[in-house]
């Protein structure tokens, strides 16, 4: 499975961005897909995370309400729609998918493929 992440950049607090991750290699909704971040000298954290059919979703506590996950499987593309963005919010974030048995779980070791990252800053 190859992952492709894009649409991060510069933005101001208070602003949106919208990330895009494009998945190929095999059946699109074989996999649950989720994002995670990680800041400058910090370890990658979860942010979001969508079920193979897209009915189901997770997020970080601290993240409800401004950023939502989504999918299309005919276009095999993961999403995450980030709003109210502040300060800290500037990191790097990945895409990531992997036959993971509960969309609940956080942890970055419980996903197989990777994208490369999208930076993400936020000015204040």
């Known amino acids: 499975v190859q992952l492709q992440a894009f649409g991060g950049g510069l933005v101001q607090a208070g602003g949106y961005l919208r990330l895009s991750c494009a998945a190929s290699?095999?059946?699109?909704?074989?996999?649950?897909m989720g994002w995670f971040r990680q800041a400058p000298g910090k370890e990658r954290v979860f942010v979001a995370a969508?079920?193979?059919?897209?009915?189901?979703?997770y997020y970080a506590d601290s993240l409800k309400g401004r950023f939502t996950i989504s999918r299309d499987n005919a276009k095999n593309t993961v999403y995450l729609q980030m709003n109210s963005l502040n300060a800290e919010d500037t990191a790097v974030y990945y895409c990531?998918?992997?036959?993971?048995?509960?969309?609940?779980?956080?942890?970055?070791?419980?996903?197989?493929?990777w994208g490369q990252g999208t930076q993400v800053t936020v000015s204040s």
């Open positions: 990531a998918a992997g036959l993971v048995s509960r969309v609940s779980d956080y942890n970055p070791a419980s996903y197989d493929y």
């Open positions: 290699g095999r059946t699109f909704s074989t996999d649950v």
């Open positions: 969508i079920s193979r059919s897209g009915g189901r979703t």
